[in-house]
Nanobody, 127 residues
């Protein structure tokens, strides 16, 4: 059974930073692309960032590009999201996700969703 457990959320002032972590179990971690999605109140879930199996390729939503960095540690079955220059618009529940695809290309993109999700961690950015 795949389990994804997020941690690191909390309350931060605008301009601040947070680092989210996700511990994965129940899957061959190094064989899966991983990602982060978020859902703000009364909005649909949206893609934030993704990383391929080896960490050699990363993908970001335009809204977070240059501010957020996704990384993974295959030895520890962990994926992280470093969030800098946070804005009130980043307030949301952040979900760790695991994909059945290990890598991405023109025909396989991470933006539309993945196969497994954690329960989420709340990030609140105050102005």
């Amino acid at each position: 059974q795949v389990q994804l457990v997020e941690s690191g959320g909390g309350l931060v002032q605008a301009g601040g930073s947070l680092r989210l972590s996700c511990a994965a179990s129940g899957l061959t971690f190094g064989s899966h692309g991983m990602g982060w999605f978020r859902q703000a109140p009364e909005k649909e879930r949206e893609f934030v960032a993704a990383i391929n199996w080896s960490g050699s390729a990363t993908y970001y939503a335009d809204s977070v590009k240059g501010r957020f960095t996704i990384s993974r540690d295959n030895a520890k079955n962990m994926v992280h999201l470093q969030m800098n220059s946070l804005q009130p618009g980043d307030t949301a529940v952040y979900y760790c996700a695991a994909d059945s695809h290990s890598d991405y290309g023109p025909l396989i993109l991470p933006y539309n969703g993945m196969d497994y999700y954690g329960k989420g961690t709340l990030v609140t950015v105050s102005s």
